[in-house]
């Protein structure tokens, strides 16, 4: 009786051990999160400012804007600036702007998917790592390097001045992140399943658009919405490579709310309204793809 009463002494003393242990890591976690919660309040409150400070500008008028404390809500609200901005040809600029990311990102994605592709599934192959690492030499070279060789090639090609002229370099700069992202999520599909298509006759044109194509999905929603903000708000590019009115950007469009000796901050701000609106708009429609994207490295 006495071994038994130490026996289940013992073993009741080693089960409230584990969960004494886990009680104090949950108490332990829950202060942290606590700092974390409120590191994150105060992050968002430092981003949340700027953001109000635009949208309230965008409703008043100049008068008002140099009047009133700059965080008040506006005594008056009015749509003038976003008329002026719709009126001055803001649907031109528009439209360019999506002619150039659309003719932006897919081909580039094209591109970067089918040379991942090629770079993965042939690792033995010399040529395609000299590719591989010509790819990632393009990480190291910014755009400010390479915009008078740029502006000298549009100008030979007889491009200036054109869409086009944004769309070709702008592919260019875009494929080599786009191809150590993709690369990376094709290296992670298991080769049996490769292997397995190999065996039931599929070409390698099969195999990358039934097996890699689907698997890589959240990757190249990633991949072509971080290439399209850095195309959408491209500027120095519409800078250098075009000059008529009719060839600009949204970038280049706050130019036109510029006079001589002042800027209208209100119609500018409502001009960056409008052109934040569609980057709002698709992350709200692809979030769930891009946060799984973003995240999946970390949860293989």
């Not at 409230?16 to 949950?26: L, V």
């Not at 309230?56 to 008068?63: A, I, L």
């Not at 803001?90 to 089918?114: D, E, H, K, Q």
């Amino acid at each position: 009786m006495a071994s038994d009463l130490t026996t289940a002494t013992s073993s009741s003393g080693t089960a409230t051990r584990p969960a004494r242990n886990s009680s104090f890591n949950g108490r332990k976690l829950l202060q942290l999160n606590w700092f974390g919660g409120l590191a994150g309040w105060i992050w968002l409150a430092i981003v949340l400012v700027p953001l109000y400070w635009i949208v309230v500008t965008s409703f008043k008028d100049q008068s008002a804007y140099f009047a009133q404390n700059p965080f008040a809500l506006p005594s008056a609200p009015t749509t003038n600036n976003y008329k002026l901005v719709i009126e001055s040809d803001f649907p031109r600029y528009f439209l360019n702007s999506v002619i150039v990311t659309i003719g932006t990102i897919l081909p580039a994605v094209a591109i970067a998917f089918m040379a991942s592709y090629a770079i993965i599934r042939g690792a033995g192959s010399k040529f395609l790592a000299g590719v591989n690492g010509l790819f990632l030499m393009g990480l190291a070279i910014p755009l400010q390097a390479t915009i008078i060789p740029v502006y000298l090639l549009i100008i030979r090609m007889h491009l200036y001045d054109s869409l086009l002229a944004l769309i070709l370099p702008s592919v260019a700069f875009a494929i080599p992140l786009s191809v150590l992202v993709l690369s990376n999520f094709i290296r992670d599909v298991p080769k049996e399943l490769f292997e397995s298509m190999r065996v039931d006759g599929a070409t390698e044109w099969g195999m990358m658009t039934k097996l890699a194509l689907p698997l890589t999905r959240p990757a190249l929603v990633t991949v072509s919405i971080y290439n399209g903000l850095g195309v959408w708000n491209g500027f120095l590019l519409p800078l250098i490579l075009t000059q008529s009115p009719d060839k600009r950007t949204l970038p280049l469009a706050l130019w036109t709310f510029q006079g001589q000796y002042s800027v209208n901050v209100p119609a500018v701000l409502a001009s960056v309204v409008l052109t934040t609106l569609p980057i709002v708009i698709l992350y709200a429609v692809s979030r769930r793809q891009l946060l799984s994207g973003l995240t999946a490295g970390f949860s293989r």
